[in-house]
């Protein structure tokens, strides 16, 4: 089954402490991003890779990374979390960076 | 960074009735989606309309391009309770060659 997944689906974490959330397609996409989703803000997009070892910010990376070593992953890590980074978290993936994009889950986490 | 702006943000109505979402912005979109996000789950897409004027419709749902590819709106026949959700558009193009997300509509459907 073509499919996006994230890992964890929820998480709480106290400030400060390193962390990273999976995520994962098998649809040999090339395109993949990270939003986060706020009240009243809809998704904004914090990073995405055009290809393996490509990627940039999107319009609101700061606190975040990302690496994208193999086209099928595509982790988001949060060095130093903050309480300001509690959202609801979407990895997305498409062939192209305009086309349909597919979303997992979703992570919801909590930073206290 | 372009802004895409849904209205209303939050509708509540009775199952049969009719109702229409609007996403505006400012700048020119080359394409713009439509998804639904239920409870607990990412967005799907809904519909893609790419030629300013296009109209598509889905079943109960038609998608109109606004002539000048700055807006777009969702209307919806009948509505039913399986139709509760997020709205959400996306436009691609506009200037930045990004997607960008409008700001949603939340859907209720009651019976």
Known sequence: EAQVTQNPRYLITVTGKKLTVTCSQNMNHEYMSWYRQDPGLGLRQIYYSMNVEVTDKGDVPEGYKVSRKEKRNFPLILESPSPNQTSLYFCASSFRRHNEQFFGPGTRLTVL | ?111
Do not use: M
């Not at chain 2, 239920?38 to 519909?47: I, R, T, Y």
């Open chain 2, 1 to 111: 960074t372009q802004l895409l702006e849904q209205s209303p943000q939050f509708l509540s109505i009775q199952e049969g009735e009719n109702l229409t979402v609007y996403c505006n912005s400012s700048s020119v979109f080359s394409s713009l989606q439509w998804y639904r996000q239920e409870p607990g789950e990412g967005p799907v897409l809904l519909v893609t309309v790419v030629t300013g004027g296009e109209v598509k419709k889905l079943k109960r749902l038609t998608f109109q391009f606004g002539d000048a590819r700055k807006d777009s709106s969702l209307h919806i026949t009948a509505a039913q309770p399986g139709d509760t959700g997020l709205y959400l558009c996306a436009g691609t193009g506009g200037g930045g060659n990004k997607l960008t997300f409008g700001t949603g509509t939340q859907l209720k459907v009651e019976l």
